[in-house]
């Protein structure tokens, strides 16, 4: 019966393996008087995980698809280290993954006035860790909610992860996982931000005060167009060479800097281009020459040369991130900035809509191995591990850490938006909440 | 870079694979080498060492790779660094 359990994962290497029955049956009974739904998931679950247990060291270690899920030395430090992550502890925590299960006692220990919901990311490692730890103590405190991750639709704060668990996750867990994986990255994100960009904002200092700023764009063009058409923004994601661009007649076009090149070779030129690279191949894909017709929407991160010879209007656009902090500069003069160009792009063709934003070559996935639409002659670093996610048709597609990152952060402003309609034309790229794909 | 410098690298390293801050743990290992660039000696045992860590890397194994780090590899940079004196 027990055996039967584990009919997914290699029933005799378990056995051999020292997986404890009676510890199986002392664990999964609290689960299931405590939480008869997600044993019920438990249960059935059954997956072809190849699982050992690593006892070359001080701590004998559950190891599954070759992941180990803690330490073999000294389980005490990296849990330490892991509630680094906790800030503002008021109430509930909510603990992502379980670990050894010295991550959850150490919280009960720390905070014994909260709740801790425990969110497990796939029942079949569960299961196995049930046979493998003494966890009766803590499954049955009454201040631990345990719960799916499939049902977990964000992340709640504060937080703290047993980040193995993050590795061995189902499918249904991964759009949690994926915004889990956001948040841990967050500080190195912002530490790249600053470090990549403080250069090219002080070297832009002397513009802030010369050059016109968004707020006045949105003043001088109320007027004229603001609210009476749809918007189509255009990203550079490979899908941007498939789509006929012919239907953007009588639409204003919002385009990133990496689509410029691309459109100006397809005879359309943008009314609008927001730009926030740093670096200064920008310039191959924001070709200066071809700009005359086209405004500028910079953020003063943007390549001081690009902006001094464009042809066009420019205005400064800017974000609440605190790196403009101290730079003169009202609140209209903000665009939603998380990293991405799209980002801001998507911002201005709100303020700018008629309650319709149409998006083109938003992706944040690869088509084989390219990553950008043909002319844009912009490219991802060649160190981006790739990653496979299902894109709007269902289809399995590469896309790396940054980009799942951005599209995340779209889905989060989209939610944000809700009087507002988001159509994409492609059904290439990744599959964005709250955005209808013809 | 000196030991020093090195081994608080290393430390911030295997702190960040058990925090699972995977974009911290890639940029430092792509830098891996560089960061034991005066310190790594030849021979069987740090080779071991190394491997294992690249093993881990590449299978996404980031605590096993923080343990390798921690009670492997900065311990024979501290030896290394005393028999040096």
Not at chain 1, 31 to 55: G, K
Not at chain 1, 385 to 402: D, F, H, M, P, Y
Not at chain 2, 39 to 49: F, M, S, T, Y
Request: aromatic share 8%.
């Amino acid at each position: 019966m027990f055996a039967s359990q584990f009919e997914g994962g290699k029933v005799q290497q378990t056995c051999e393996l020292g997986i404890n029955e009676r510890l199986f049956e002392k664990n999964a009974t609290l689960v299931v008087s405590r939480w008869p739904d997600i044993w019920a998931q438990i249960e059935s679950s059954s997956e072809p995980r190849t699982l050992e247990v690593d006892t070359t060291h001080t701590l004998p270690a559950l190891i599954i698809d070759n992941i180990h899920l803690h330490s073999c030395f000294d389980t005490h430090t990296e849990v330490s280290q892991q509630l680094e992550h906790l800030k503002n502890v008021k109430g509930d925590i909510y603990c992502y993954g379980v670990g050894s299960g010295e991550l959850v006692r150490e919280l009960l220990r720390r905070y014994p006035d909260s709740t801790i919901h425990v969110v497990i990311f796939n029942p079949f490692v569960f299961k196995v860790q049930l046979a493998m730890y003494h966890w009766s103590d803590w499954l049955q405190d009454e201040a631990i909610q345990l719960h799916s991750a499939a049902v977990v639709n964000d992340v709640n704060t504060p937080w703290v992860v047993a980040p193995a668990e993050l590795a061995l996750a189902n499918e249904s867990s991964q759009p949690l996982v994926d915004k889990l994986q956001l948040e841990l990255n967050t500080d190195e994100i912002n530490r790249q931000y600053v470090k990549n960009v403080s250069p090219n904002i002080d070297a832009n200092l002397p513009l802030i005060d010369k050059l016109p700023k968004l707020s006045q764009l949105l003043a001088d063009a109320g007027n004229r167009f603001i609210g009476n058409k749809e918007v189509t923004v255009i990203g550079a994601g490979p899908s941007l060479d498939n789509v006929d661009l012919s239907c953007l007649n009588d639409q204003l076009i919002v385009c990133v800097d990496a689509a410029f090149k691309s459109l100006i070779h397809r005879g359309i030129e943008p009314h609008f281009v927001v730009a926030i690279d740093f670096s200064e191949k920008v310039e191959r894909f924001l070709t200066v020459e071809q700009s005359h017709h086209s405004t500028l929407i910079a953020f003063p991160t943007l390549c001081p040369s690009v902006i001094e010879r464009w042809q066009g209007p420019c205005y400064l656009a800017f974000s609440h991130h605190p790196v403009f902090h101290g730079l003169n500069f009202g609140e209209q003069d903000i665009l939603f900035n998380a990293g991405s160009v799209i980002h801001p792009a998507i911002d201005l063709a709100v303020k700018l809509s008629n309650g319709t934003v149409n998006l083109i070559g938003a992706d944040f996935c690869f088509e084989g191995t390219k990553t950008h639409a043909a002319a844009s002659d912009a490219s991802f670093a060649d160190d981006q591990t790739l990653i496979q996610r299902k894109n709007a048709r269902g289809e399995l597609v590469n896309t790396c850490a940054s980009l799942l990152s951005y599209a995340l952060d779209v889905e989060r402003y989209i939610q944000s938006q809700p009087d507002v309609n988001f159509v994409s034309v492609s059904q290439q790229g990744l599959s964005l909440a709250g955005v209808r794909y013809e | 870079m000196n030991s020093s410098d090195s081994i608080t690298q290393l430390q911030t390293l295997a702190k960040s694979c058990r925090r699972g801050e995977l974009m911290t743990v890639q940029l430092t290992m792509s830098r891996l080498h560089e960061l034991l660039s005066g310190v790594i000696k030849d021979g069987e045992q740090w080779l071991a060492c190394l491997t294992r860590i690249e093993t881990a890397y590449k299978s996404s194994d980031y605590l096993y790779l923080a343990d390798m780090i921690d009670y492997q590899l900065i311990p024979q940079i501290q030896e290394v660094v005393v028999n040096d004196r």
